[in-house]
């Protein structure tokens, strides 16, 4: 879909309220959470989790991943506050890790009907889209540049007949630099101030949306390239 014809839905009631909805969770929601964080409250949920916190991140991200609709940026923005934002990126690392092993065997094992069950079709139809075109060097662009379809990459891999072991050596490598490389930028970063949560938020919209609109353009034409040269 292009812009012009988004523009042309969003005239639709209920497409509008449902892209309204999603603004106010995705942006509406960490900043409600930011809030809590200088609360004393807060403080007493962080001592009483004690050294489960990160598990609950781990399982959390593994099921906002398997549950594609699931939306893992609240729990991130408590992360940061809780463990700092190099060590939030690790669990949220690993979480993802066992996801992508759960999310391709899913794939591979049940099919389209499945996963179009724990997706929904928006996503359903992204995740077609990406299994058709799917390859090692798409594969590791997405891994790399597209945290935020992480879960719809894990998906289209187990649709395909790309091996396994090939999609997890890929997957534990390139997203564990872009993990790195993320974490490393965003060290620094007080997320205890609500400006900071914005921009964290308007950067992952902006890198997200961008690159989900360039990289759909350019992946028939790397896909294309490589079965040529092979």
Known sequence: MDFR???IQLKNPKVL???SALILLVIGLPLWLFSFTGSPDFKTLVVSIGPFGPLVVIIYTIFSHVFAPVIGSPVAVLSFTMYGVPKTMYYMYVGGLFSS???YWLAHTYGRKLVLKFSGQKTMEQIDFF???LGNRVLILSRFFAGGLFDVISYAAGI???KFSDYYFITVIVSGVSTFITGYIFRNFDFTSPVIVLEWL???VILGGGFGIIFKKIIPYI???QVTKS
């Open 5 to 7: 014809s988004y523009v």
């Open 17 to 19: 309220l449902k892209g």
């Open 101 to 103: 092993i759960i999310n």
């Open 131 to 133: 299994a058709e075109h």
């Open 160 to 162: 395909t007949s790309m």
């Open 202 to 204: 308007a950067f992952l």
């Open 223 to 225: 896909k294309e390239h």
